[in-house]
Structures are given as C-alpha cells and as structure tokens.
C-alpha cells in the first residue's frame, strides 16, 4: 500500500488534481488531502483505489527496498523501445567517469 507522500508525489508526476483523483478514484477530495498531510489514514480500500487510480494514469510505485520508498512514471512502449536501441547500440564499453 502507498503512503500519502507517494500519493502526493505520483499526482505530482501525472499531472492529476486532487479533485480528478478523488473522481477517478471514488474518493473524497478531503480523504486525499487529509493522507497526503498524514493528519488521517483512509481505510484499505480508499488506499487501494487511490493507488489503482494513480498507477491507471502512469505512476509506478517503489516499495521500501532498503534504499526508501519513492514514485515514478511508466515509460511508454515508444520510450521503452528506443532505451532498448540505445542500449543495444554497442561501442566501446568505457567509465562513467568525467575527467
């Protein structure tokens, strides 16, 4: 489940008002403001359908893997298919080192 600072984030990252989350995802305005200022905890499934909202619109969701807990976007499958060009270009193998 999400916390309200991804919440936050992930509507940051996709462009998505509180007003057009809470319809998209069957929610209040007031639950999302009062999660994403941890001054209430929604039950499960406002959770839930927040989350499920947010990931329709393109966030991508990082759990806590030691390294924090975080939000992003999806790429397209157009930008997912020139990473794989770009990575499969070849060339000399060097540093990422600047001088």
Same mark, same amino acid.
């Given at each position: ?48 359908? %927040? ?5 329709? /619109?393109?966030?991508?969701? $990082?759990?806590? !893997?030691?390294? *924090? =807990?975080?939000?992003? %976007? ?5 930008? /997912?298919?020139?990473?794989? $060009?770009?990575? !499969?270009?070849? *060339? =000399? ?7």
């Amino acid at each position: 489940m999400i916390t309200g600072s991804q919440c936050r984030a992930a509507r940051a990252l996709t462009d998505l008002s509180r007003e057009n989350l809470a319809i998209s995802a069957g929610v209040s305005v007031e639950t999302i403001a009062d999660f994403e200022r941890k001054l209430a905890e929604p039950t499960e499934d406002e959770v839930f359908a %927040l989350q499920s909202a947010l990931e329709t /619109a393109g966030a991508v969701f $990082i759990s806590d !893997n030691g390294r *924090g =807990i975080g939000a992003r %976007l999806k790429f397209t499958k157009s930008e /997912a298919k020139r990473i794989a $060009i770009l990575e !499969n270009e070849g *060339g =000399i193998v060097t540093p990422d080192r600047v001088p």
